[in-house]
Every structure is written in structure tokens, then in C-alpha cells.
């Protein structure tokens, strides 16, 4: 048996000098706007986790009105999501994630943050893939407003 979902995550770029991407400290001239430490790919992938069995998303285990997530490391929230599936036998079988913004360029982090990822879940390096694309300057991606992420992963017996 198998289970499969998705999930998709949005940020606006505001002040500062860095995103968090993947649990990866990625130098960037704009910060990120969020209640947690606004790390799109890893809520992206919380959400997919949390939707292949059918467990609701990320502001529902965690609500931004909740003072104990302002500033979180979001993966802290992989770590609750990892846990969930396994309470109820199942482990990532692989993740693909997509990243979505002009700057910061993903690929020369790109294996630090599969590094991350993979250790977060226990789980095999290849089992982990994280992509990158620009939306060749059109919508708010492409005019550097904010940065986006989607996930798909799926679930197998543990
Ligand atoms: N933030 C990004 C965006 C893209 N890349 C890499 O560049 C390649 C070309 O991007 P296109 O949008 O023109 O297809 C893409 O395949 C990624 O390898 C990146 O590293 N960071
Ligand atoms: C992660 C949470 C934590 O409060 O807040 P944000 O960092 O704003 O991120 P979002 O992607 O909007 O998900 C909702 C919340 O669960």
C-alpha cells in the first residue's frame, strides 16, 4: 500500500538578509515574511505529508495565532509531521520538491538542503529531490514579491 499528496506553500520577501529553504540558511539581499522562520519547501512538504493521509495542514497542527510558533525552525514541524506518519506505520517513501522564485538561486544549496531533509526523515539521500525553477519574471515570483513551494511525496509501510 501506498499513499500519496501534495502541498504548496507561499512567502512574501520583507526585510533581511536570508531565507530559510529546506532547513537551509540561504544568504539572500530580502528576508521572509512569516509567523515561523517561513520556510516555504519545509511547510510545502509538512502539507503533502499531512495530506496524504488525510490529517489537514500545517496551520491546523500549528496555527499562526499561536505565540509558540512565532519564529519557529520550521523543522520542528517536519519532525511533529515524520512522527504523525509514523504513529500511524507509514515513512516517506520519497519526496520531490519544487522551489519557485528568481533569486535566491536554489541549485548551489540544493544538496545541503536534500542533506537536511533526508536526515530530518530518516530517510535514504536519493529519496529526496529538490528542484528549482523561475516563472521567467511573470506573476510574483518573477517580480521577486515573494517565493513559493510545492511538494509531492509519497508514503509506504514503515
Ligand atoms: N531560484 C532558482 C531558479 C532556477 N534555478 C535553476 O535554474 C534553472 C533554469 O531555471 P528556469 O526557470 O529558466 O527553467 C532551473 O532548472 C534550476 O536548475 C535555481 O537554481 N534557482
Ligand atoms: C507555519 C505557520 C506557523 O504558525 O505559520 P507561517 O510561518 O506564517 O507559515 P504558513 O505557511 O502560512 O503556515 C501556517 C502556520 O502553520
Known sequence: ????GQGY????FGDGDHVMLAGVRVPH???????????VAIHALCDAMLGALALGDIGQHFPPSDER???????AFLRHCNALIGQRGWKV?????????ERPKVGPHAQAMRECLSAELGIALDAVS??????ET???????EGIAAMAVCLLVSA
Open 1 to 4: 500500500m501506498v499513499r500519496i
Open 9 to 12: 506553500d507561499v512567502h512574501a
Open 29 to 39: 539581499g530580502r528576508g521572509i515574511v512569516a509567523h515561523s522562520d517561513g520556510d
Open 69 to 75: 510558533w512565532r519564529g519557529a525552525d520550521s523543522r
Open 93 to 101: 517513501g520519497n519526496a520531490d520538491i519544487t522551489v519557485i522564485c
Open 130 to 135: 529538490i528542484k528549482a525553477t523561475t516563472t
Open 138 to 144: 511573470l506573476g510574483f515570483t518573477g517580480r521577486g
